[in-house]
């Protein structure tokens, strides 16, 4: 069973947010798997974090999966489209998008994540 693995709040300004969250629920974040564009939740289940971009009323969810190139090629193969996988210290990811050009992507984590 595919379940949701990750999912991302776009933000304008990722110190904005960071101050905002963290002040209105009392959520960390974890230094290490962040960086000046993103900024990961500490503990958050499932995991999650803040990604520099345009604002959008709606989260960017990550399907995880056991097997990202095989799952970016099954998308294909549905008449959906999708972006090379692209390597952070979480995992593979990469943004797909339905044959209705739904937008989702899929997250194969890291070892031990």
Not at 19 to 41: I, K, Q
């Amino acid at each position: 069973m595919i379940q949701l693995g990750y999912f991302t709040l776009d933000t304008p300004d990722v110190d904005r947010a960071r101050a905002f969250y963290a002040a209105l629920f009392g959520w960390r974040f974890d230094e290490d798997s962040s960086s000046p564009t993103y900024a990961h939740v500490a503990e958050g289940t499932p995991p999650f974090g803040f990604t520099k971009g345009e604002h959008k009323a709606f989260p960017h969810l990550y399907f995880r999966v056991d097997d990202i190139e095989a799952a970016c090629d099954r998308v294909v193969e549905l008449g959906g489209k999708a972006a090379v996988p692209a390597e952070s210290p979480s995992g593979m990811s990469a943004v797909v998008c339905d044959d209705q050009g739904v937008s989702f992507s899929l997250w194969q984590p890291a070892p031990g994540y």
